[in-house]
């Protein structure tokens, strides 16, 4: 079966521009992490969503936000972007919120000048 | 945001060899704990995770031990081969707070 697929792959915006980035879980998976990944800080959480709910979030600003729909798939939206929003965008799937094994997709990577 | 160190240690081993990936976690009360394979372009594959009411489990060619006393978890690999060369990644997950936290990772470099 399909493994997470996220979208687009590679983007590059410019400071104050918002950004959105999509993902799609494991078919039959209904819960949807989001991570953001950089050299400086690592592998950083940043939300959770379980039934189109925020279930768990990360210490990140405001500026970050998303969503989940009703056929599981997700969304993050940065606003306002800042040079150090810079990464690459993780998405990790599982099969329920009190699942344990969780897996990723390939990220976005985004660039931000 | 949360994360766990910023440098990234390196492992360099040559193939044949066995590999062994060390970890420290955080939180006393995490309950959970996975090892992730990241290679380059891609996103963190699982290899294999231990629950805390054991210390050991294997799987194929790799081994994870887990010491709750002083919060240490190795990543064993039999037989390192090129294909193993990856960033691997530790994380931890509290039950109450059901978040994974991420280990800095560690780069392993097999030398053929």
């Known amino acids: 079966k399909a493994g997470v697929t996220q979208t687009p792959r590679y983007l590059i915006k410019t400071r104050g521009q918002q950004v959105t980035l999509s993902c799609s879980p494991i078919?039959?998976?209904?819960?949807v992490s989001w991570y953001q990944q950089t050299p400086g800080q690592g592998l950083q959480f940043l939300f959770e969503?379980?039934?189109?709910?925020?279930?768990n979030k990360g210490n990140f600003p405001g500026r970050f936000s998303g969503r989940q729909f009703s056929n599981s798939r997700s969304e993050m939206n940065v606003s306002t972007l800042e040079l150090g929003d810079s990464a690459l965008y993780l998405c990790?799937?599982?099969?329920?919120?009190?699942?344990?094994?969780?897996?990723f997709g390939p990220g976005t990577r985004l660039t931000v000048t | 945001g949360e994360s766990v160190g910023l440098h990234l240690p390196t492992l360099s081993v040559q193939e044949g060899d066995n590999s062994i990936i060390n970890c420290a976690y955080s939180n006393s009360a995490s309950d959970y704990f996975i090892w992730y394979k990241q290679e380059s372009g891609k996103g963190p594959q699982f290899i294999i995770d231990i629950r805390s009411n054991m210390d050991k489990r294997q799987g194929q060619r790799v081994t994870v031990l887990l010491n709750k006393t002083v919060k240490h978890l190795s990543l064993q690999i039999a037989a390192t081969q090129p294909g193993d060369s990856a960033v691997y990644f530790c994380a931890e997950r509290e039950t109450s707070y059901d978040k994974v936290i991420f280990g800095p990772g560690t780069s392993l470099s097999v030398i053929p």
């Open positions: 969503y379980f039934s189109e709910t925020q279930r």
């Open positions: 078919s039959g998976h209904r819960s």
């Open positions: 990790a799937s599982k099969r329920s919120e009190r699942s344990y094994e969780q897996y």
